[in-house]
């Protein structure tokens, strides 16, 4: 079982930046892809970032040119900066990973708890 611990929301005025973590831990021999989503009310939950274990990343349309997602792969956490922040960013945010407890293992997919950005003055 992997758990997930996510950090760094909050209220943000428009403009600003804010950075989110999303550490894994428990029973952990490989993460694979890593990724962000985000859930406004009313709307469909949408694909933000998301870094493979090798770097490599992509953005979703609506933060592209505004956020950077990052990944510490011995620390096995992942991270979100957002920049020039916009009313329309404020969702809950949730940090997705893939992952396999054990060698050859099955990959499942686990969510974290979500937390608020809101972006208002």
């Known amino acids: 079982q992997v758990q997930l611990v996510e950090s760094g929301g909050g209220l943000v005025q428009p403009g600003g930046s804010l950075r989110l973590s999303c550490a894994a831990s428990?029973?952990?021999?490989?993460?694979?892809?890593m990724r962000w989503y985000r859930q406004a009310p009313g709307k469909q939950r949408e694909l933000v970032a998301a870094v493979t274990r090798g770097g490599a990343t992509g953005y979703g349309h609506s933060v592209k040119g505004r956020s950077t997602i990052s990944r510490d792969n011995a620390k096995n956490t992942v991270y979100l900066q957002l920049n020039s922040l916009k009313s329309e960013d404020t969702a809950v945010y949730y940090c997705y990973v893939d992952a396999q407890s054990v060698l050859a293992g099955p990959i499942m997919a686990y969510w974290g708890q979500g937390p608020q950005v809101t972006v208002s003055s």
């Open positions: 428990g029973s952990i021999f490989s993460i694979n892809v």
